[in-house]
């Protein structure tokens, strides 16, 4: 079965500090990736995605991900965080042989942000 | 943001009633999912739809059910609550060949 693992459950920061979240997925075929952002008290939103071509992925707010296909790895960077990214990070994989497009979730990152 | 609207948003209930929380959605999405959010857990999926009166099941399925009766309407019931139900509620709609999904606000039950 497909699974998604999200290293660090909690990171704190302080402000422009870098930040990388790593994730992994157990599945050896096609997938399409995702990180979802909560900040406190509101619903998940899309971060960014990967489907396909440049592994090299930008999101909104100076986010970007990395797709390393050999390490089954999707790991969040971006290289100055800021107090506004305090919120919970998740890392979501879909199969694309999966039938209505279920996504698989990590167990989420909590970031804290110092100012 | 997409046009999902979770009802209610806050529930209090007791252990053994029966709980029916809603997710309307505007986007005539054929897709809608219910997802449960647990500290340490992440998501996990418990039903998902993928058209009227179609339903299957998801990874944490054990003690709810479904119901889809029209496009916009995807109700989650727990027919008797407990307090491992305790959790909060996201329903979601999704574009099927993407994986891609859009969330509602969230419902909080609390079982006592």
């Known amino acids: 079965a497909q699974s998604v693992s999200q290293h660090n459950h909690h990171v704190i920061l302080s402000e422009a500090a870098s930040l990388e979240l790593g994730c992994n997925y157990s599945?050896?075929?096609?997938?399409?990736l995702f990180w979802y952002v909560q900040y406190p008290g509101q619903h998940l939103q899309l971060l960014l995605k990967y489907f396909s071509g440049d592994p090299l992925v930008k999101g909104i707010k100076g986010f970007e991900a990395e797709f390393i296909k050999s390490k089954f790895s999707f790991n969040l960077r971006k290289p100055s965080v800021q107090w506004s990214d305090t919120a919970e990070y998740f890392c979501?994989?879909?199969?694309?042989?999966?039938?209505?497009?279920?996504?698989?979730f990590g167990q989420g990152t909590e970031l804290s942000v110092k100012p | 943001d997409a046009g999902i609207t979770q009802s209610p948003r806050h529930k209090v209930t007791e252990t053994g009633t029966p709980v029916t929380l809603r997710c309307h959605q505007t986007?005539?999405?054929?897709?809608m999912y219910w997802y449960r959010q647990d500290p340490g857990h992440g998501l996990r999926l418990i039903h998902y739809s993928y058209g009227v009166k179609d339903t299957d099941k998801g990874e944490v399925s054990d003690g709810y059910s479904v119901s889809r009766s029209k496009t916009e309407d995807f109700l989650l019931t727990l027919e008797s609550a407990t307090s491992s139900q305790t959790s909060v509620y996201f329903c979601?709609?999704?574009?099927?060949?993407?994986?891609?999904?859009?969330f509602g606000e969230g419902s909080r039950l609390t079982v006592l």
């Open positions: 979501a994989v879909n199969a694309q042989y999966n039938q209505g497009g279920k996504l698989i």
């Open positions: 979601a709609i999704g574009t099927v060949n993407t994986g891609e999904l859009f």
């Open positions: 599945y050896g075929g096609t997938v399409n």
């Open positions: 986007e005539n999405h054929r897709y």
